[in-house]
T-cell receptor
C-alpha cells in the first residue's frame, strides 16, 4: 500500500517565479492538507482540501493556492515566490472521520 | 485555536538513558493528541496517539498519557537508542466533530540526540 507521495523531492526557483507541488494521498484517503515547515520550525498549516474544495485555510497569503482532483490528489501553487518561501512543504492525508494524518516525505523548495 | 508548548531542545542523552519530553497544549473541546517524529531529511511519521482523557498511547517503547486535568501529553521512553535521534513534535487536532480532523497544530519540536 503506497503511502502519501509527493513530487518533486527538491526544487530550486528564482524569486518572482511560480511553483507547483504535487501530492497523492494514501490509498482510501479523501482529504489532503498542506503544511509549510521552515528550517528549525514546526509545520504550519496552509490549507486543506476535501471534495475538491478548500475547506479550511491557515494564515497564508493568497499567493498560496491549491487544487484537489477527482482522484483526491492535490496540487499546491505558490506565485511570486519570495526568499522566505524556502521551506519543506509537507502533504498529509486523512479520511473522514479519522484523525490520524499520514505525511509524505515533503518537497524541499529553495528560492534564490 | 489550538496551541502547543514543548520543552526546549536539543535534548542530549546517552544510550539507555530515560527520556521525557514535556508537552502541554491548549485546545477547545476534546482533541486527539499525537506525537510525530521526524528523522533527518524526512517527513513526519506518527509515533503514537491518544483520543480521549486517560488514554495511553504507546509504540516502539515510547509512551504518552492524555492528561486532560493538566492539559499535558508528555512523551517517555525507558531506554533510548542512538536510532531514536530525531525531532519530536507534539500535536493536538481539533475534535472530530468539527470536521477538520487533519488540521494539526505543531510546536517547534524537540530535537533529541542520543550518543553512545
Amino acid at each position: 500500500d503506497a503511502g502519501v507521495t509527493q513530487s518533486p523531492t527538491h526544487l530550486i526557483k528564482t524569486r518572482g517565479q511560480q511553483v507547483t507541488l504535487r501530492c497523492s494521498p494514501k490509498s482510501g484517503h479523501d482529504t489532503v492538507s498542506w503544511y509549510q515547515q521552515a528550517l528549525g520550525q514546526g509545520p504550519q498549516f496552509i490549507f486543506q482540501y476535501y471534495e475538491e474544495e478548500e475547506r479550511q485555510r491557515g494564515n497564508f497569503p493568497d499567493r498560496f493556492s491549491g487544487h484537489q482532483f477527482p482522484n483526491y490528489s492535490s496540487e499546491l501553487n505558490v506565485n511570486a515566490l519570495l526568499l522566505g518561501d524556502s521551506a519543506l512543504y509537507l502533504c498529509a492525508s486523512t479520511v473522514v472521520p479519522e484523525t490520524e494524518a499520514f505525511f509524505g516525505q515533503g518537497t524541499r523548495l529553495t528560492v534564490v | 485555536g489550538n496551541s502547543v508548548t514543548q520543552m526546549e531542545g536539543p535534548v542530549t542523552l546517552s544510550e539507555e538513558a530515560f527520556l521525557t519530553i514535556n508537552c502541554t497544549y491548549t485546545a477547545t473541546g476534546y482533541p486527539s493528541l499525537f506525537w510525530y517524529v521526524q528523522y533527518p531529511g524526512e517527513g513526519l511519521q506518527l509515533l503514537l496517539k491518544a483520543t480521549k482523557a486517560d488514554d495511553k498511547g504507546s509504540n516502539k517503547g515510547f509512551e504518552a498519557t492524555y492528561r486532560k486535568e493538566t492539559t499535558s501529553f508528555h512523551l517517555e521512553k525507558g531506554s533510548v537508542q542512538v536510532s531514536d535521534s530525531a525531532v519530536y513534535f507534539c500535536a493536538p487536532s481539533p475534535p472530530q466533530y468539527t470536521g477538520t480532523a487533519s488540521k494539526l497544530t505543531f510546536g517547534t519540536g524537540t530535537r533529541l540526540q542520543v550518543t553512545l
